[in-house]
């Protein structure tokens, strides 16, 4: 069964940093790209950062050189490192990716990141 957990949500203030966490289980974790997603009130899902199973990372423009996305293939856990933060990253913060066989899509529950002005 195929598990995805975020951790690491918080309120923290504006020009700060957290490290978000999502640690996956019931798949081959190695062998699939992975992706952060975020959705603020009233707001669509949006797509936020990705990393391939291997080669290079890609981030949405609103995140470029605020945000780092990583991935630790012995705990089969991913990383979103968020510096400088701004009110507007207010969201919850989905893990995600899709089978690269089945192409099913799968995700975690969110994790609530809240930034104060």
């Known amino acids: 069964q195929v598990q995805l957990v975020e951790s690491g949500g918080d309120l923290v203030q504006a020009g700060g940093s957290l490290r978000l966490s999502c640690a996956a289980s019931g798949y081959i974790f190695s062998v699939n790209a992975m992706d952060w997603y975020r959705q603020a009130p009233g707001k669509q899902r949006e797509w936020v950062a990705s990393i391939p199973a291997g080669g290079s990372t890609n981030y949405a423009d609103s995140v470029k050189g605020r945000f780092t996305i990583s991935r630790d293939n012995a705990k089969k856990t991913v990383y979103l490192q968020m510096n400088c933060l701004k009110p507007e990253d207010t969201a919850v913060y989905y893990c995600?990716?899709?089978?690269?066989?089945?192409?099913?899509?799968?995700w975690g529950q969110g994790t609530q990141v809240t930034v104060s002005s």
């Open positions: 995600h990716f899709q089978e690269r066989i089945t192409y099913m899509h799968y």
